[in-house]
């Protein structure tokens, strides 16, 4: 099919996504194309992503070290910040090492092919982020998709599976979902059947956990079968991703990852922020106490009788609509009042699941919260 032809049907199909330029920093209050917007839209969950001093460290970072890393880590381009930054988060995550990878795209693509081949078996559950389904097929290996969380299915298919090495992937909280994977549960299936556990926690690091230690933490997890996966441009306001694991596993990454070993190191100044980061995530309980309330506070305000609002007690709230078509025009209204809420449609989520994405930051406030809602309202 000509190009000419894909294009035309995505136009047919509502697919067609377009960006939205930004002309000011990420917060509650955006301005875009001249007009302030207030936006549910990002994943800075923690209001950090334009925070004074992460700003500062930053600078910093740039008079330390100027701004590019100038090749890749194994070449040159491996910093003392970078360095640092790995140790402090593998003894934040309560890990024996960790590699910094420039996002979480390649961290994840680097963690499976890694630590899978064409005579492995990968169990993924089926709403998992894009870059994991991306690293399974890459990998080779023999691929098994479960339901989503269904963790009968999943040990019924690692039952009958024969292939001697297993790796078993899921997010830890589903990013287009804002549920949560039962870890402690997925943990044990992995020792029955003597497989690794790939955890990606992108939306928990920062956020769940003792002092934002991530989702291990939050379920107490300390086991050498469990390779965690946490991203760093999220709740961490910054960019970058990191592995972490026993340190013969990450050992293996460093030696072995093509998209760890194949690219720039990313900015050292990123790194030495990061520094800065973590420590406003250990010290942030009162922006996580103030984004449960805000997550608290739409919760009971949204009462759908048509659209759908699944279980979800993290800042990623979903609002169900299920046409692509209806889900756009509800996304242009809100835009029109000045609200910014990201619709999001296949293949991102399964066909006829549509949504709006909400994504809450402890950086909103109350009063932003209530007119989100009372838009929401007045629109179904
Ligand atoms: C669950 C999940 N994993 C991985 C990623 C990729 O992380 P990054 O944006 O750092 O590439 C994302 C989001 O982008 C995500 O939602």
């Not at 023999?142 to 009958?160: G, Q, S, V």
């Not at 769940?208 to 107490?220: A, K, M, P, T």
Request: glycine share 10%; hydrophobic share 45%; proline share 4%.
């Amino acid at each position: 099919m000509s190009i000419e032809r894909k294009l035309a049907r995505l136009r047919e199909q509502s697919l067609v996504r377009s960006r939205r330029l930004v002309e000011s920093p990420c917060g509650p209050e955006v301005r875009v194309a001249g007009k302030t917007l207030l936006a549910f839209a990002s994943n800075d969950y923690l209001g950090l992503a334009a925070d004074p001093a992460l700003v500062a460290a930053a600078r910093e970072g740039a008079a330390l070290y100027g701004v590019g890393a100038g090749a890749s880590h194994l070449v040159s381009g491996h910093y003392a910040a970078h360095h640092e930054l790995e140790a402090r988060l593998a003894a934040f995550v309560g890990l024996e090492r960790a590699l910094f990878f420039s996002s979480g795209y390649m961290a994840n693509l680097g963690v499976i092919t890694s630590l899978a081949g064409r005579d492995d078996a990968v169990f993924s559950d089926e709403l998992n982020h894009a870059s994991l389904i991306d690293g399974i097929r890459l990998s080779g290996a023999e691929k098994h998709i479960y339901p989503h969380l269904d963790l009968a299915a999943l040990a019924a298919m690692l039952d009958a599976c024969q292939r001697p090495g297993k790796l078993v992937v899921s997010d830890a909280v589903f990013g287009m979902d804002g549920d949560q994977a039962n870890l402690p549960a997925l943990l044990e299936l992995c020792e029955r059947h003597d497989a690794w556990l790939v955890v990606d926690d992108a939306h928990g690091f920062g956020i769940e956990g003792v002092d934002g230690r991530g989702s291990l933490s939050r379920f107490g997890i300390a086991s050498k079968r469990v390779v965690y996966m946490g991203t760093l441009g999220k709740a961490a306001g910054v960019a970058g991703a990191f592995v972490a694991g026993p340190g013969q596993v990450v050992e293996w990454l460093l030696q072995s990852a093509r998209s760890y070993i194949f690219t720039t190191g990313s900015p050292p100044l990123l790194a030495h922020a990061l520094l800065t980061g973590i420590d406003l995530i250990e010290q942030g309980e009162e922006r996580r106490r103030r984004l449960r309330q805000l997550i608290a506070q739409l919760r009971q305000g949204l009462n759908f009788r048509r659209w759908r609002l699944p279980e979800s007690s993290t800042a990623i709230q979903p609002v169900i609509i299920g046409e692509n078509s209806e889900a756009l025009q509800v996304g242009a209204a809100l835009l029109a009042a000045g609200l910014w809420v990201p619709v999001i449609r296949p293949p991102t989520v399964p066909a006829g699941t549509a949504r709006l994405r909400i994504s809450l930051s402890a950086a909103h406030t109350p009063a932003q919260v209530e007119r989100l809602v009372s838009a929401l309202m007045e629109l179904e």
